[in-house]
């Protein structure tokens, strides 16, 4: 609880107006190798000064931070290694334990040059970190540069050597853990000093364990309540100090009778977090993998398809996970977040136009193609059918076209469960309970103008799709997804949204209001509207059923009209239960009447639509580089939301028409421009 409000506290100060000010930290690329030879290895280092009562981060920030990230524009030939970190500082914030550097620090950097090498060497990179006072915590990046010449008399800054276990041998050490306590032995010639703190690398300690460590003349002991990690997720490693003060990287192994270390979950690490259980897909490593005579599992997945998060929870757990250890299972992620040929041609093969899509691949054994939703006991029934050399499909290619539009209507239908949709039906809802005691003609209108409003979505989207793919494009269901313009519309939609149905405004003729409304004389276009929105938002999920049905209805075989006939019959199947309701009074009889609880159920709402935003904001961070971008976007929302409560505050009807037209002016303009700001800077 106290690591979570650290970050909770950390997040608001990171959204503070000061987190444009001046930076408090000076960072550059400077050079620790006078000679560089072409062939050979070259040392050069991030510098970072921070000015008085600041800090940054070390590798394991502890209980809030983020750790400094280079990201090189231009290595010039060379080849980088990961950042160096000397010893870090315990810093002691009332509770909140960090790891952190103060004053002048040396991230070191180890460079292979090219053995072709000649001249000079002109390095560029991007810097972020995060800086932080006893005041707050704010954010910075900084384009760096650095001109090396091959050759001696290379200019060179000083630096401490001893401050770096990564430069000297790995010092072994045993452990064991028995109630609730890790035991660490280092052996006796490293010379450690026990009485000095020992920095975990990773999370198998709180950092409050850190704080609490204790010694005697031979061993370290630590407390392993409320880690954030296992100790058998992976390797247990510190940074510790000897009797000279030298700093030495600490490797411990499970001693006899103590804890076995098991390698870390292949499954619940992503690529992007260095983990080498999970393997980046691509047509080569495919092959070679089968070549080898190894079973495959290929996850198709994007950062903006829920269904494929809600699918991940499956390789967590540990019956998965030691199934797919056993049988020496090579996992590659194939992501599509950002637009990919090379996937979208592979979905194919597979009968599938979008993600999710996972299978099983061995040389000799038919391909297990797994459903869109998957399960522990599918993954362990297809990884044993592949493993036998037997077939196992989820969907079978065989069936006939009524059965494909079956699939299509039933997996439309399923859509009104995803998560997507969730957030957007919960207007709906909204909708039919003040329509609940008005005319059966208003309510079957307004049902029929629903229904009406997700048909003719699935059909401009299926048109945009047959467009798309004659002019040589590849791509699928969910493709939008892959702007992170269209997301980024999503979001301040689903934010503008949220905000009137909690009350901060209410704009009637306008957007949310169309949205939200339903009333007899101004739903009609509500209605629609709800449907239209509906279907915009339901392509990040694909429900049991649907993905196969649409891989057969946009098959490059399929003639347009029976594609488009596909989209028609999922969009029916998506509006059926509000159909349902509508035509059918007794059902909506069943609803309660009007009254003030409406009013609680109008703001509840706004919550799931706000959920729904900050999934969205967290895919736009993975598919834009540029973290500032992504930073302004946080503070753009923010902005925005303060446009609504202007117009909610200052454009009420008590108010004078003078106030009432200057309010209005200002959110209209607060809104415009922060949102052309957004647009105009979009990687």
Same mark, same amino acid.
């Given at each position: ?16 107006? @000061? ?13 620790? &190798? ?13 510098? =970072? ?34 950042? !160096? ?38 390095? +560029? ?14 954010? =910075? ?35 064991? @853990? ?9 052996? *006796? ?28 003349? $031979? ?33 411990? $192994? ?24 999970? /393997?980046? #897909? ?11 005579? +190894? %079973? ?26 030691? *199934? ?38 061995? /040389?000799?054994?038919? &391909? ?12 362990? %029934? ?99 997804? +892959? ?6 519309? $999503?979001?301040? !939609? ?32 509500? *209605? =629609? =509207? ?72 109008? /703001? ?32 753009? !929302? ?6 609504? #409560? ?27 421009? %922060?949102?052309?700001?957004?647009? #105009?800077?979009?990687?």
């Amino acid at each position: 609880m106290k690591r979570l409000l650290a970050l909770l506290l950390l997040g608001c100060l990171w959204l503070t107006p @000061s987190a444009h000010a001046a930076s408090h930290t000076k960072v550059d690329l400077v050079n620790l &190798t006078p000679d560089i030879r072409p062939g050979q290895k070259a040392l050069i280092a991030v510098r =970072f000064v921070c000015d008085e009562h600041f800090h940054i981060y070390w590798k394991n920030p502890g209980d809030a931070g983020q750790s400094p990230t280079i990201e090189w524009k231009d290595a010039a030939g060379t080849v980088p290694g990961a950042l !160096l970190y000397p010893g870090p500082k315990l810093l002691d914030q009332k509770g909140i334990y960090n790891f952190v550097h103060e004053y002048e620090t040396l991230l070191l950097v180890e460079l292979t040059i090219p053995a072709n090498a000649t001249g000079e060497l002109n390095l +560029q990179a991007k810097v972020e970190w995060l800086e932080c006072d006893d005041k707050g915590c704010y954010p =910075f990046d900084k384009e760096v540069a650095l001109k090396l010449k091959v050759g001696p008399g290379n200019a060179t800054a000083k630096h401490d050597p001893k401050l770096y276990g990564d430069l000297r041998p790995v010092v072994r050490a045993s452990y064991g @853990s028995k109630d609730g306590t890790l035991t660490v032995t280092p052996p *006796a010639e490293a010379k450690l000093e026990l009485s000095k703190v020992w920095f975990p690398e990773r999370g198998f300690l709180a950092p409050e364990g850190v704080f609490t460590q204790k010694a005697d003349a $031979t061993t370290k002991r630590f407390n392993l309540k409320d880690a954030s990690e296992k100790l058998t997720d992976g390797s247990v490693i510190f940074a510790a100090q000897d009797t000279s003060g030298t700093w030495h990287r600490v490797e411990a $192994t499970a001693a006899a009778g103590g804890a076995t270390p098991a390698p870390a979950n292949p499954a619940t690490k992503e690529v992007s977090k260095g983990n080498t259980g999970w /393997q980046a #897909w691509s047509p080569e490593a495919e092959a070679k993998a089968l070549a080898a005579g +190894q %079973t495959v599992y290929v996850d198709f997945t994007a950062e903006w398809c829920a269904t494929c998060q809600i699918n991940k929870r499956v390789y967590k757990h540990d019956i998965v996970a030691a *199934a797919l250890a056993d049988k020496g299972v090579v996992l590659m992620k194939a992501d599509w977040t950002k637009k990919d040929a090379v996937i979208a041609a592979e979905l194919t093969k597979y009968g599938r136009s979008g993600v999710p899509c996972n299978v099983f691949l061995k /040389q000799g054994a038919p &391909t297990a193609l797994l459903s869109e939703v998957i399960s522990d006991a599918e993954v362990l %029934t297809a990884l044993n059918a592949i493993s036998a050399g037997k077939e196992y499909r989820a969907t079978n290619e065989s069936h006939g076209y009524v059965v494909w539009l079956l699939l299509a209507f039933g997996g439309g239908a399923l859509l009104n469960l995803m998560p997507c949709v969730f957030p957007v039906i919960g207007l709906k809802v909204l909708g039919f309970a003040r329509e609940a005691g008005a005319d059966r003609g208003v309510v079957v209108r307004n049902g029929l103008l629903y229904s009406l409003g997700v048909v003719l979505s699935f059909l401009a989207l299926a048109g945009i799709i047959l467009a798309l793919k004659a002019g040589g494009d590849s791509v699928g269901w969910g493709f939008q997804m +892959q702007s992170p313009g269209f997301v980024l519309g $999503t979001c301040v !939609l689903m934010v503008t949204l949220g905000l009137s149905l909690a009350g901060v405004y209410e704009i009637g003729a306008g957007l949310a209001g169309t949205a939200a409304s339903a009333e007899p004389q101004g739903g009609a276009s509500g *209605a =629609f =509207f709800s449907g239209v929105l509906a279907t915009a938002v339901a392509t990040p999920c694909t429900a049991p059923g649907l993905g196969a049905a649409l891989g057969f209805a946009l098959d490059k075989d399929r003639a347009s009209s029976e594609t488009l006939l596909f989209f028609v019959v999922i969009g029916l199947g998506m509006a059926l239960p509000y159909l349902l309701l509508s035509v059918f009074p007794k059902l909506t009889n069943l609803l309660p009447r009007p009254g003030e609880w409406m009013e609680t159920l109008k /703001q509840a709402m706004a919550f799931p639509l706000f959920a729904y935003a900050l999934y969205l904001l967290w895919v736009l961070n993975t598919q834009v580089d540029d973290r500032g971008w992504v930073r302004d976007a946080s503070l753009g !929302l923010a902005v925005l939301a303060a446009a609504c #409560w202007i117009w909610g505050r200052w454009g009420a009807p008590h108010r004078t028409d003078r106030e009432r037209l200057i309010g209005k002016t200002t959110a209209v303009l607060l809104y415009v421009l %922060t949102l052309a700001h957004l647009y #105009w800077y979009l990687p």
